[in-house]
């Protein structure tokens, strides 16, 4: 493999991306003006189209006030809808399957109301050892809610053992609740394997995709979860905080026997302003929404996903694999013979675009990355350093600044 600085502009010559509808970090240190920029898996990059549709809606509120509920360019009142084609697409949903609103954790709280039902000794919770703190905070949460001991309920298992445990011990599990893609070690997990075999435990499969949705192909509906929800500002690009997404499969559509929390949104659009004070709620994931859109926060959520629609999640992929690839080879050679271990899984087929490093004083080594090098990693304290080559932005120039950067670092110190 040519590993030299030539080599990766000629890589980047033949295989560009998408990087010029970006706005890149400037580099705050080093010979480069613009940022290697690896913590997409963090904070996704800012669009450059956002700008532009965001004021659009600006101007429409400045225009007509209230009006703009019907009469904005895009109307507002039925703003979710806008978004619901693109972010079924990206996770392989029915439109009337995936919904963009709150965020995150709140999306799994509403979420586990209608699929977390503990009863007799089916009460368990799993989730990853190495799960992420906001979901085992949830979790257990959920756990107290019902009336049980979250020590005892919520099963933390490693990644290897969730199908083991559901044969051994399926009948005492409520609900396995795994992320897609684990956000520590970037490992893609058999989301269809864990799927049925949760099932045929006799558990509900619910998914966080937090670091999976724009990261890799899904297939929800194919698959059969039973819910998942995600957050837009990783790899979906839509900004800080951004608005969050819910799948939840077509077969829960429309089931009274679900418990639920509802609010006006919850109810059909054809009836909601007849003020009635009983709803109806839609056979469609609709009927889990609880409040108005706020437009302001999802128009950006509306410009990501169309990029993600007119570049297609395979064609990203492939990219995707090329990068992370070529920068995994170029550590192996950078690094060899130092103080490092890759986290992440070897295998392409399970992992998305992240490589994560565990490397001594981790903290240490970001900041010198970034004051010296220009290179945006992300840090898990104590003892890891994330780099997630995105296909959107990312360059073959970045992974060769990476490597040589890190080479650099570490060199330094022993
Ligand atoms: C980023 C992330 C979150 C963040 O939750 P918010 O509700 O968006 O603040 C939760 N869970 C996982 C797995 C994440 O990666």
């Not at 809808?81 to 999306?107: F, I, Q, Y």
């Not at 992929?317 to 170029?330: I, K």
């Not at 192996?332 to 001594?360: E, F, I, K, N, Y």
Request: some cysteine.
């Amino acid at each position: 493999m040519d590993t030299t600085e030539a080599g990766a502009r000629e890589l980047d010559r033949a295989d560009p991306g998408y990087r010029d509808r970006f706005a890149i970090p400037p580099a705050e240190g080093g010979p480069y003006p613009e940022t290697a920029y690896f913590a997409g898996n963090s904070l996704g990059l800012q669009p450059l189209a956002v700008r532009q549709e965001l004021l659009e809606e600006l101007d429409d509120w400045a225009r007509l006030g209230v009006e703009g509920h019907l009469e904005a360019r895009r109307p507002w009142l039925p703003y979710h809808a806008l978004l619901a084609e693109t972010a079924a697409r990206l996770v392989g949903a029915l439109p009337s399957e995936t919904v963009v609103m709150n965020s995150l954790t709140v999306n799994l709280h509403l979420l586990m109301v209608s699929f977390y039902r503990p009863a007799g000794r089916r009460t368990r919770i799993v989730i990853e050892d190495s799960a992420f703190p906001s979901d085992s905070y949830a979790v257990r949460s959920q756990a107290r809610f019902h009336g049980l001991d979250p020590d005892t309920t919520v099963v933390r298992l490693g990644t290897g053992q969730v199908l083991d445990y559901l044969a051994r011990e399926g009948d005492t599990v409520a609900l396995v609740l795994l992320g897609g893609v684990n956000y520590l070690t970037g490992e893609l997990l058999d989301v269809p394997a864990i799927t049925a075999a949760a099932h045929a435990a006799g558990a509900v499969a619910g998914w966080d995709l937090a670091h999976a949705a724009g990261n890799v192909p899904l297939h929800l509906h194919e698959w059969g979860a039973d819910f998942a929800a995600w957050c837009s500002y990783k790899y979906l690009n839509a900004g800080p905080g951004a608005v969050a997404g819910v799948f939840v499969h077509q077969r829960h559509h429309g089931d009274p026997s679900l418990p639920r929390f509802e609010g006006w949104w919850s109810t059909e659009e054809a009836t909601r302003f007849a003020m009635e004070p009983v709803s109806r709620p839609p056979s469609t994931v609709e009927a889990w929404q609880v409040s108005n859109p706020p437009i302001l926060a999802m128009s950006p959520v509306r410009t990501s996903l169309r990029i993600f629609d007119t570049i297609g999640m395979d064609t990203l992929r492939a990219r995707s694999l090329r990068l992370t690839g070529y920068l995994e080879a170029l550590l192996d050679q950078t690094l060899a013979d130092r103080a490092v271990t890759v986290l992440t899984p070897r295998d392409p087929q399970r992992r998305g675009c992240q490589l994560s490093l565990r490397v001594d004083d981790a903290g240490q080594v970001a900041r010198r990355l970034r004051a010296d090098h220009g290179v945006c990693a992300d840090v898990r304290n104590p003892d890891v350093v994330r780099l997630a080559p995105v296909p959107l932005y990312s360059t073959y120039h970045d992974c060769w600044r990476a490597a040589t950067a890190l080479a650099t670092v570490i060199g330094d110190r022993s």
